[in-house]
């Protein structure tokens, strides 16, 4: 059964640094997500993308977030310049229509 | 605004006997309902979901979870729980108008033997 799966499983940066979070939907999917999950906190949603372009975002994806889809299967989310409090678990989902969305296991990305 | 709320922070069942998990939703129109579950180190994996039609739906690994319109409720059962079964399990919920799910805020599920 395919899966969206999701590198690196864990990352650790300095507090300014950027990130790369790296995703590979499902391959005949066509929506994309990002999603974020802070220790000991709610699932939330960042970001959706649909036909290369940011369909929804919340009022966490500020100006230091970016998400590309820089080829026909990857899908990232770049953090520019990260801070503490962007310490949590990253989830990519994907999914064939808008409604239903199926997750990746996730970068636990800690900054120090 | 949209809402979800899961009463139950953490369950504790003996195998082999039933199971239900309370889910809570708040929306004006008709919502999309799912139920995730999350295994330690593990991404969401969905169970269920409900659009439309037959309140009653059935997931995988034996999960139904029940729409009640009425009570604006959407609980997760199995009839016997499996020590594989626990997990922390998500309820979520969407519509049609947004792309963005909202996530209840979990309920962890401990299996005794």
């Known amino acids: 059964e395919p899966e969206v799966t999701q590198t690196p499983s864990h990352q650790v940066t300095q507090m300014g640094q950027e990130v790369i979070l790296r995703c590979v939907p499902i391959s005949n999917h066509l929506y994309f997500y990002w999603y974020r999950q802070i220790l000991g906190q709610k699932v939330e949603f960042l970001v959706s993308f649909y036909n290369n372009e940011i369909s929804e975002k919340s009022e966490i994806f500020d100006d230091q977030f970016s998400v590309e889809r820089p080829d026909g299967s990857n899908f990232t989310l770049k953090i520019r310049s990260t801070k503490l409090e962007d310490s949590a678990m990253y989830f990519c989902?994907?999914?064939?229509?808008?409604?239903?969305?199926?997750f990746g296991p996730g970068t636990r990305l800690l900054v120090l | 605004a949209q809402s979800v709320t899961q009463p139950d922070i953490h369950i504790t069942v003996s195998e082999g006997a039933s199971l239900e998990l309370r889910c809570n939703y708040s929306?004006?129109?008709?919502?999309?309902l799912f139920w995730y579950v999350q295994s330690p180190g593990q991404g969401l994996q969905l169970l269920l979901k409900y659009f439309s039609g037959d309140t009653l739906v059935q997931g995988i690994k034996g999960f139904e979870a029940e729409f009640k319109r009425s009570q604006s409720s959407f609980n997760l059962r199995k009839p016997s729980v499996h020590w594989s079964d626990a997990a922390e399990y998500f309820c979520?919920?969407?519509?049609?108008?947004?792309?963005?799910?909202?996530f209840g805020t979990g309920t962890r599920l401990q299996v005794f033997p």
């Open positions: 989902a994907s999914g064939t229509v808008a409604e239903t969305q199926y």
């Open positions: 979520a919920v969407g519509a049609q108008d947004t792309d963005k799910l909202i």
């Open positions: 929306y004006g129109a008709t919502p999309y």
